[in-house]
């Protein structure tokens, strides 16, 4: 897409980012007035899924506006993981020292033999695990060329050390097997809620293979987007990527708008009935503390 065209789509001014902002602090005095002086305190979450507009035809957001809508919402640190790749990281950190976010390096890969929807976030928890990172980054773009990508997890198992790994997507008891020989107790099996009918099947299911490896859940927000408004937006870039017009796309696009990054006290609502996997996106963030 050239430049000029991606500029057209996601504005290059602070005037395009001022009603997003308005929402927003409307949004956090709404909830926080529901929480009464009795309440129980939010439980501290951090959000570890999230993609910008540098995940080219995925991200509806650029980097510096997630950050500084994390910072109007009350977040302190937020991971941004493109997928298969690095590329938002600098812009994303230089606006995170602007608006007070502590920024998680990390990437969302998507390994061969896998469906589209089921990945493998690895976030380095130290400088060697960022070198390892970058070299199976490099190792997956050298192998096909620009434009495409190809890991194995065999390739992730000899670069693993220094990094944390979330499982996303389908938990094939196989696979997650698998994954967890190379990491051990740096492995978590994420989910998330699609406010789908499937979400209970789903959550289930990911809870079931959890249990029969000992592995923690953690809770994923899947954010594409800053803001409500750029659904749209999301949906003529998957189409872009398909090759479809949007009267074809159907079910191809994202049914609704849960894609979306939420302030800490939505989150807490969102998997209320799930402490411990909002507890365990805290935890990992505090083990990952690797910074540009």
Same mark, same amino acid.
């Given at each position: 897409?050239?430049?000029?065209?991606?500029?057209?789509?996601?504005?290059?001014?602070?005037?395009? #980012?001022?009603?997003?902002? *308005?929402?927003?602090?409307?949004?956090?005095?709404?909830?926080?007035?529901?929480?009464?002086?009795?309440?129980?305190?939010?439980?501290?979450?951090?959000? #570890?899924?999230?993609?910008?507009?540098?995940?080219?035809?995925?991200?509806?957001?650029?980097?510096?506006?997630?950050?500084?809508?994390?910072?109007?919402?009350?977040?302190?640190?937020?991971?941004?993981? +493109?997928r298969n790749g690095l590329y938002g990281v600098v812009q994303a950190y230089r606006a995170g020292q602007e608006h007070g976010v502590e920024i998680i390096p990390g990437a969302e890969l998507a390994l061969a033999g896998t469906q589209d929807?089921?990945?493998?976030?690895?976030?380095?928890?130290? *400088?060697?695990?960022?070198?390892?990172?970058?070299?199976?980054? %490099?190792?997956?773009?050298?192998?096909?060329? !620009?434009? +495409?990508?190809?890991?194995?997890?065999?390739?992730?198992?000899?670069?693993?050390?220094?990094?944390?790994?979330?499982?996303?997507?389908?938990?094939?008891?196989?696979?997650?097997?698998?994954?967890?020989?190379?990491?051990?107790?740096?492995?978590?099996?994420?989910?998330?809620? !699609?406010?789908?009918?499937?979400?209970?099947?789903?959550?289930?299911? %990911?809870?079931?293979?959890?249990?029969?490896?000992?592995?923690?859940?953690?809770? #994923?927000?899947?954010?594409?987007?800053?803001?409500?408004?750029? !659904?749209?937006?999301?949906?003529?870039?998957?189409?872009?990527?398909?090759? #479809?017009?949007?009267?074809?796309?159907?079910?191809?696009?994202?049914?609704?708008?849960?894609?979306?990054?939420?302030?800490?006290?939505?989150?807490? %609502?969102?998997?209320?009935?799930?402490?411990?996997?909002?507890?365990?996106?805290?935890?990992?963030?505090?083990?990952? %503390?690797?910074?540009?």
């Amino acid at each position: 897409m050239p430049a000029s065209a991606t500029r057209s789509l996601f504005g290059t001014s602070r005037e395009n #980012l001022i009603s997003s902002e *308005r929402n927003f602090s409307i949004r956090a005095v709404t909830v926080t007035s529901r929480r009464g002086p009795g309440s129980s305190p939010v439980v501290e979450s951090v959000e #570890l899924q999230v993609a910008s507009a540098f995940s080219f035809l995925r991200g509806a957001s650029r980097p510096e506006e997630l950050v500084e809508a994390a910072a109007l919402m009350g977040h302190r640190r937020l991971a941004l993981t +493109d997928r298969n790749g690095l590329y938002g990281v600098v812009q994303a950190y230089r606006a995170g020292q602007e608006h007070g976010v502590e920024i998680i390096p990390g990437a969302e890969l998507a390994l061969a033999g896998t469906q589209d929807d089921t990945t493998l976030i690895l976030l380095p928890r130290s *400088r060697r695990g960022y070198g390892n990172l970058c070299r199976l980054l %490099t190792l997956g773009r050298r192998r096909v060329g !620009k434009g +495409d990508f190809h890991l194995t997890l065999d390739d992730v198992a000899e670069r693993s050390d220094g990094l944390h790994a979330i499982h996303v997507g389908a938990a094939d008891p196989f696979r997650v097997s698998w994954e967890r020989e190379i990491f051990g107790d740096r492995l978590a099996l994420g989910f998330s809620r !699609k406010l789908l009918p499937s979400d209970r099947a789903d959550i289930e299911a %990911t809870e079931a293979v959890a249990a029969r490896y000992g592995l923690p859940l953690v809770a #994923l927000g899947g954010v594409l987007m800053h803001a409500p408004e750029r !659904k749209p937006m999301q949906d003529i870039l998957t189409c872009i990527r398909l090759g #479809l017009r949007l009267d074809e796309a159907g079910r191809r696009l994202l049914p609704n708008g849960a894609a979306l990054l939420r302030s800490p006290e939505d989150r807490a %609502t969102l998997f209320v009935d799930h402490p411990e996997a909002l507890e365990e996106s805290r935890r990992i963030a505090d083990l990952c %503390t690797f910074r540009l």
